[in-house]
């Protein structure tokens, strides 16, 4: 069963939405944080999580061009699954990090 280069984009883009809204737009300090403190504590764990995002969102660029070229599906495959387990994790230590600055 062949799946659609669409639907893993589509997560991938998902997902840095949700990481990108938790990191920058206040969700993460809206959902951890009650005193000035832990904005700062989780402002480190900020920077931890954005190393996992660099990662994932290069294997997402990457993965871009391939869907066009002949053969490249199996590049696009495992560029984009390592960028979704990226996102993954990158969301996994904002929320763990999360817990433990609070």
């Known amino acids: ?3 659609s280069p669409v ?3 589509v997560v991938g ?3 840095a939405a949700l990481w990108g809204f938790s990191a920058f737009a206040g969700w993460g300090v809206e959902a951890f944080c009650s005193d000035p403190g832990c ?3 989780l402002a480190g764990v900020v920077r931890l999580s954005s ?3 660099a990662v994932a969102a290069c294997c997402t660029a990457a993965a871009l061009p391939a869907p066009g070229k002949r053969g490249a599906g199996s590049r696009f495959t495992a560029l984009m699954t390592a960028a ?3 996102w993954v994790i990158a969301e996994g230590v904002l929320f763990a990090g999360g817990l433990i600055v609070r």
Do not use: E, G, N, Y
Request: hydrophobic share 85%.
């Open 13 to 15: 883009l998902l997902l």
């Open 39 to 41: 904005v700062a504590r």
């Open 1 to 3: 069963m062949r799946i």
């Open 7 to 9: 639907i893993p984009v």
């Open 84 to 86: 979704v387990v990226a």
């Open 51 to 53: 190393l996992f995002a």
